[in-house]
């Protein structure tokens, strides 16, 4: 699948990207250009300036042309950017013609942006659509090849990105700094981010990267975060890494997080007086084929994690776990908020009307059903005993979790068993067929969601991380992935070892998932490959189970 971008831009009459002036200028573009949210009449373009004094506003002006030769479409404007949005610059342009690609470039006292492709949403009948799906890119831990690979694809429509775009860690024994390019790509500031100035520190960094600025320009992205853009396991009065005594208020640390993601992301602001958590619920239709929906479930009304320290006690050293499993239970626990599950009901049923095939719902976390296997249920007597030692601890670890009849993620949606229950209804209430798409768990997955009647009523894709760490092998030939896929009903498929993206195509007769690996993420060159490929079709008002092409 690996194809010259050069090339490719050659033959699209595009020429490579204009590098920013080198000369003794008062800006710069040092953090690419991007698109997002795209319509079909508008999309928003993104860049940023670094200038060489900051302090005073800039003036800056931006086109954008259209790539193919019909006449007409063009446009252009100017504004002014400062240090009250970090010099971002965000123009949301109206106007444009449904279906079209375009291109897109900044210019600032003399200097001229690198040049990016974005295009519109298609309106009326609609053939097929191509998403790359991703998540969690976790910059010490690796370069951004799968960023790479998805710049590269000879067709992307658009960039679906679920969230861990920037990760909130720092310092030298934190989260990926034991990787083998980390003393290259420490963490900056090299510290945890707490203030508004820190967050905007750290999307500088991310958007430094030159694979993240080649998959920015290569099409327009929709986006939603997950909790590393705030803090770790977030929900909506506090975080698992956010401690109030040492570190404030939690409604702060949120605020100025949500402030510099929506400055340093091509996501659409609010209309005026609307709530920025609230703007990430939003939905997109492609022509009369398929809606995506996107979904927030971190920060407008997620209720706290259970926990194992938390919730479970231990008592002459066993956990106690009445009252976990008492949380677990409470259906008044939330992901979502009644609110939010109403839209998301109102856009299902308008979907489905409209006599669209497919509705994607964009998710952070993973929705199936997953339970900790036990190596000892799953192996056969032999495998079990061929386990070599190195791999014993994990073994341990995970017989102990799964004795306890835990879910493996209490973050996830098996967390709230009770709100995904209400979201499935509202799924089944539509006739909807909804593909789900995940991110969050740094793994591949290929699951079948049921109701707790046993009903199917959704498909869903789990991307890996672009770089973040997996799960990892339990030992040559035998790995988590398979383990967990054994033990649980819902996986059909789960590999916790590779790193890359979902590529989904989506047409009337199927909705196509490619688990899309890069060869490694400690060296720049790499190569792609598809680790597996599922395919889901319409079933009377449902969707079919996944089955492997
Ligand atoms: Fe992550």
């Not at 991007?34 to 086109?63: H, N």
């Amino acid at each position: 699948m690996k194809i010259d971008r050069r090339k490719a831009l050659a033959l699209l009459g595009l020429g490579a990207a204009t590098p920013a002036a080198a000369q003794s200028s008062t800006v710069a573009f040092k953090h690419g250009v991007a698109s997002g949210d795209p319509r079909q009449d508008r999309v928003v373009l993104w860049t940023r300036l670094t200038p060489d004094t900051p302090g005073a506003d800039i003036a800056y002006t931006w086109k954008l042309n259209p790539i193919d030769r019909r006449a007409g479409g063009a446009k252009s404007g100017s504004g002014t950017t400062g240090p009250a949005r970090d010099y971002t610059i965000k123009v949301d342009v109206t106007g444009l013609d449904a279906g079209r690609a375009y291109t897109y470039e900044f210019a600032a006292a003399g200097v001229t942006s690198p040049m990016g492709r974005t295009r519109t949403l298609p309106a009326g009948p609609v053939k097929d659509v191509v998403l790359a799906v991703a998540s969690c890119t976790l910059y010490p831990n690796g370069y951004f090849n799968a960023y790479q690979a998805i710049a590269d694809l000879p067709r992307v429509d658009v960039v679906l990105h679920l969230g861990d775009y920037i990760y909130e860690y720092g310092g030298p024994k934190t989260y990926g700094m034991d990787s083998a390019v980390a003393a290259e790509r420490p963490h900056d500031p090299p510290h945890e981010i707490l203030t508004l100035a820190d967050y905007r520190r750290r999307h500088a960094q991310y958007k430094g990267d030159p694979a993240a600025q080649a998959a920015h320009a290569r099409a327009p992205w929709i986006v939603v975060w997950d909790d590393h853009e705030t803090a770790n396991d977030s929900y909506m009065t506090g975080a698992q890494n956010h401690t109030p005594a040492t570190e404030g208020d939690w409604t702060v640390r949120k605020a100025a997080a949500l402030k510099a993601y929506f400055e340093w992301m091509p996501i659409r602001e609010p209309k005026a007086g609307g709530s920025l958590a609230d703007a990430a619920m939003r939905s997109f239709d492609f022509g009369d084929l398929a809606s995506l929906i996107m979904v927030e479930t971190r920060l407008t009304a997620r209720d706290s994690q259970a926990t194992l320290d938390g919730d479970a006690p231990e008592v002459d050293g066993k956990r106690d776990l009445t009252a976990l499993k008492a949380k677990l239970a409470d259906p008044r626990r939330r992901m979502m908020g009644p609110k939010q599950e109403a839209w998301i009901g109102a856009e299902l049923s308008r979907s489905v009307k409209a006599g669209h095939a497919w509705q994607v719902i964009g998710n952070e976390v993973v929705m199936a059903r997953v339970m900790l296997p036990s190596p000892k249920k799953e192996l056969t007597p032999e495998q079990y005993a061929a386990i070599p030692a190195k791999a014993q601890n994990r073994v341990a670890r995970y017989e102990a979790g799964a004795a306890l009849g835990l879910p493996a993620g209490m973050d996830m949606w098996d967390g709230y068993p009770a709100d995904r229950e209400r979201l499935y209804d509202v799924f089944k209430a539509a006739d909807a067929r909804p593909i789900v798409v995940s991110g969050d768990s740094h793994s591949f997955w290929a699951n079948e969601l049921h109701d707790a009647a046993g009903k199917r009523v959704a498909c869903e894709f789990g991307t890996s991380g672009i770089t973040s760490p997996g799960g990892g092998e339990l030992s040559p030939g035998i790995n988590a992935g398979d383990l967990i896929a054994k033990a649980n009903k819902e996986v059909l498929f789960n590999d916790q070892v590779s790193n890359g993206f979902v590529l989904l195509t989506l047409t009337r007769e199927q909705a196509k998932g490619e688990l899309v690996a890069v060869s490694t993420i400690v060296a720049k060159d790499f190569t792609t490959r598809v680790v597996k490929t599922f395919v889901a079709t319409p079933d009377g008002k449902g969707v079919s189970g996944l089955k492997e092409v």
